[in-house]
């Protein structure tokens, strides 16, 4: 019963935007952290963003901050990623994942991932 689903994933040009969702169901989400990461093909897992959602504390990785944007709304139950000035290089499936507490931008340190959306950047 426990499910995290993504969507908003697409195909823009270089300089885009989009803004993914992660819904959440089968727990109440406001008890736990989410991470946003993604995989290129042949490339490794890479954690984009992180809220905690007790308390909305957020954190990125260096290179996404000023363009990826995490936020929640813990009443839809949604994690949502806010990507602007898209990169070829930010082509992958993204992913979302939970954990109880925050545990870095490690996804295996997280209890379940979703299934992902594709992102792909291209002129």
């Known amino acids: 019963q426990l499910q995290l689903v993504e969507s908003g994933g697409g195909v823009v040009q270089p300089g885009g935007s989009l803004r993914l969702s992660c819904v959440a169901s089968?727990?109440?989400?406001?008890?736990?952290?989410i991470l946003w990461f993604r995989q290129a093909p042949g490339k490794e897992r890479e954690g984009v963003a992180c809220?905690?959602?007790?308390?909305?504390?957020?954190y990125y990785k260096d290179s996404m901050k000023g363009r990826f944007t995490i936020s929640r709304d813990n009443a839809k139950s949604t994690v949502y990623l806010q990507m602007n000035s898209l990169k070829p290089e930010d082509t992958a499936v993204y992913y979302c994942?939970?954990?109880?507490?925050?545990?870095?931008?490690?996804?295996?340190?997280?209890?379940?991932w979703g299934q992902g959306t594709q992102v792909t950047v291209s002129s």
């Open positions: 994942a939970r954990a109880p507490i925050y545990r870095g931008f490690d996804p295996t340190q997280y209890d379940y």
């Open positions: 089968g727990f109440t989400l406001d008890y736990y952290v």
């Open positions: 809220i905690d959602c007790t308390n909305g504390m957020t």
